[in-house]
Every structure is written in structure tokens, then in C-alpha cells.
């Protein structure tokens, strides 16, 4: 049981920077796609 604990911790931990992860690279391309729509115009 406490096995089974630390392995969910670890699992979450590592979900949790990947979830930082990708929503840094999603901000990252709306940021760069709103900057290249601006001097468009």
C-alpha cells in the first residue's frame, strides 16, 4: 500500500510538470500568433 502511494505520487508529480509544460507551449503560440496577426495589419 505505501509502495502502491509513492508510485501515484511520483506518477503525479511527473503529470503535473508535464500539464506546466504544455500549457507554457500552448500560452507561448497564442502569444506568437497574436504578435504575427498585429503586423499583418
Known amino acids: 500500500m505505501l509502495y502502491n502511494k509513492g508510485v501515484i505520487k511520483m506518477t503525479g508529480s511527473s503529470l503535473l510538470f508535464w500539464v ?3 500549457f507554457i507551449g500552448l ?3 497564442q502569444y ?3 504578435k504575427k496577426e498585429k503586423t499583418k495589419r
Open 32 to 34: 506568437n500568433s497574436k
Open 20 to 22: 506546466i509544460l504544455i
Open 27 to 29: 500560452a507561448f503560440d
